[in-house]
């Protein structure tokens, strides 16, 4: 079974960045051929993807948070990392992690129920306090 989880800071200040880890059991994050996603979500607004690392350690990021994004991983511990720099209130979201298929980049609008993401965490709330 494969389980992600996520854990990191519920709270932040403006300005600040903001880290969260993603640990993952039942499955090796470096093993082919799956990307390892964060996604968050406003209160009110819906699912926003924020970017991915692949199974080589590759990445890419929603343009719009690419100057303030940074994705990482540890294959020793089966973990990949969110970097979100300089936050605001606006970042203020819960916060996934996720399994896909594919680096489905185009995609900066996630439904909850969209097959090609197979399995998440159970999500972290981040608040950033101005």
């Known amino acids: 079974q494969v389980r992600l989880q996520e854990s990191g800071p519920g709270l932040v200040k403006t300005s600040q960045t903001l880290i969260l880890t993603c640990t993952v059991s039942?499955?090796?994050?470096?093993?082919?051929?799956?990307?390892w996603n964060w996604i968050r979500q406003a209160p009110g607004k819906g699912l926003e993807w924020i970017g991915l690392?692949?199974?080589?350690?590759?990445?890419d990021y929603n343009p719009s948070l690419a100057g303030r994004t940074s994705i990482s991983r540890d294959t020793s511990k089966n973990q990949f990392t969110l970097q979100l720099s300089s936050v605001t209130p606006e970042d203020t979201a819960v916060y996934y992690c996720?399994?896909?298929?594919?680096?489905?980049?185009?995609?900066?609008?996630?439904?909850?129920?969209?097959?090609?993401?197979?399995?998440w965490g159970q999500g972290t709330q981040v608040i950033v306090a101005s």
């Open positions: 996720a399994r896909s298929d594919g680096p489905y980049t185009h995609k900066l609008e996630i439904s909850r129920d969209d097959r090609d993401y197979d399995y």
């Open positions: 039942g499955y090796s994050i470096s093993a082919n051929y799956y990307y």
């Open positions: 690392i692949s199974y080589t350690g590759s990445r």
